[in-house]
C-alpha cells in the first residue's frame, strides 16, 4: 500500500500528527478507530479513510507497470512453445489447403462465385482461428490478475491494455489480426473457458450471416439493419472484394451451344453474359468500389467499441473481486 515514511507524511498532511516518542501503528488506530463513546467524533475524524481510496496505492509507477507486464505477457506467449507452434501449424495447414482448393481459377462467370467464396473462407478462418485463441488463453490469466490488482501490484487498465498489444504483436506475427476484440469481450464477460466457447458460436454466426455471400446486403430485413451494420465480417470481406474486383475490366462470358432450330429464348439465354467486369461484381453484391475508407474506418470504430465494453466490464468485475 504505501512506505512507513509516506503514511507518517500522509497523516501529517490531514491534521493528525503522530505524537513524539508515540508508536505510529498505535496512532494510525487510535486515529481510524470508532471510539464508544465518542461515535461522533470519531466519525468525523475518521473522514480521513476516504482520502486513502484516492491516493496512490501502487508502489511503481504506471511507466513500470506497463514496461514489466507487457515483457511479462509477451514472455509467456513466447515461452508457451506449444500455442505458438499450433498457430504457426493452423495457419500454414490452413493456407496450404485453401491454396490447393483454389489454385488456378479462371476469371470467368463461374470462376466469380468460387472466388467470392474463397474470399468469405479467408475471412472467417482468420476471424475464428484467432477468436478461439483468445477465448482458450485469456479467461485462464484473469484469477491472476484479480488477484495481483486485489494486491495492488499494478492498475486494472496497466494489465488490460499491455495483454492487449502484446497478443496484438505476437498474432501479427503469426496471422493476420482479426477478431481478437470479441474474443476478449466474451472471455471477460464469461470468466469462464468453457462457458465462453460455448456462447462464441451463437454470438458470431449471426454476424457472419450477414457479413458475406449468405445474404446480399440489400436484402437484409429491417429488424436486422443493426446486426448488418456492426458486422465486422462485412466490412473485411468488402474490402476484400474491392480488392479483387475493382481494376478488373473484363470478364468472359460463356457462349453455350445452341441447335441451328433453337427459339431466340434459347439463343439469347446461351448468350447471356451475367458479369462483364468486375464493377458489376461489386454491384450485384451491393459493394462500391470507393468504400475502403469507409469500411476501415467503421472496422475501426467497430473494433475500439468493443475494446471499451471489453475494458469496462473487467474494471467492473475486478472491482467486484476487491469487495
Keep these: 500500500m504505501g512506505t512507513t515514511q ?33 461515535e461522533e467524533e470519531s466519525r468525523r475524524r475518521t473522514k480521513v479513510t476516504i482520502y486513502l481510496k484516492y491516493m496512490s496505492i501502487y508502489a511503481s509507477s504506471i511507466l513500470t507497470q506497463w514496461t514489466n507486464l507487457f515483457w511479462r505477457s509477451w514472455t509467456s506467449q513466447y515461452r508457451d512453445q ?7 501449424f493452423q495457419t500454414i495447414f490452413m493456407a496450404l489447403i ?10 470467368s462467370q463461374k470462376g466469380v462465385t468460387d472466388i467470392n467464396g474463397g474470399l468469405f473462407i479467408i475471412v472467417t478462418n482468420i476471424s475464428f482461428t484467432n477468436m478461439f485463441a483468445v477465448l482458450t488463453s485469456f479467461p485462464e490469466e484473469m484469477g491472476i490478475a484479480m488477484r495481483e490488482y486485489g494486491s495492488a501490484l499494478y492498475r486494472i487498465d496497466s494489465y488490460f491494455f499491455t495483454k492487449t498489444i502484446s497478443e496484438v504483436c ?12 470479441s474474443g476478449y469481450l466474451l472471455s471477460v464477460i464469461t470468466g469462464d473457458t468453457t462457458l465462453a466457447l460455448s456462447v462464441a458460436s451463437l454470438v458470431i454466426i449471426p454476424f457472419m450471416i450477414f457479413g458475406g455471400p449468405f445474404m446480399n446486403g440489400d436484402s437484409t430485413p429491417d429488424y436486422f439493419v443493426w446486426m448488418d451494420a ?10 476484400m472484394m474491392i480488392n ?34 468486375g464493377l458489376e461484381v461489386l454491384d450485384y453484391n451491393s459493394m462500391d468500389k470507393d468504400d ?11 473494433c475500439a467499441g468493443v475494446y471499451l465494453v471489453t475494458f469496462v466490464f473487467l474494471l467492473i468485475r475486478a472491482k467486484r473481486s476487491k469487495e
Design 292 to 302: 475502403v475508407g469507409k469500411d476501415l474506418a467503421i472496422l475501426g470504430a467497430i
Design 230 to 239: 456492426i458486422s465486422w465480417f462485412k466490412y473485411s470481406y468488402e474490402i
Design 98 to 107: 485453401l491454396g490447393l482448393i483454389y489454385f488456378d481459377l479462371d476469371i
Design 82 to 88: 506449444m500455442l505458438f507452434w499450433t498457430r504457426l
Design 6 to 38: 509516506g503514511a507518517l507524511e500522509f497523516f501529517n498532511r490531514n491534521q493528525f500528527p503522530c505524537p513524539r516518542n508515540f508508536n505510529p501503528g498505535d496512532h494510525y488506530i487510535l486515529t481510524l478507530a470508532i471510539v464508544p463513546g465518542k
Design 244 to 277: 479483387q474486383w475493382e481494376d478488373l475490366d473484363y470478364i468472359a462470358c460463356e457462349n453455350k451451344t445452341v441447335s441451328a432450330n433453337a427459339t431466340q429464348d434459347e439463343i439469347c439465354d446461351a448468350q447471356k453474359c451475367l458479369f462483364s467486369n
Design 170 to 181: 505476437f498474432v501479427n506475427l503469426v496471422y493476420w489480426r482479426s477478431q481478437l476484440f
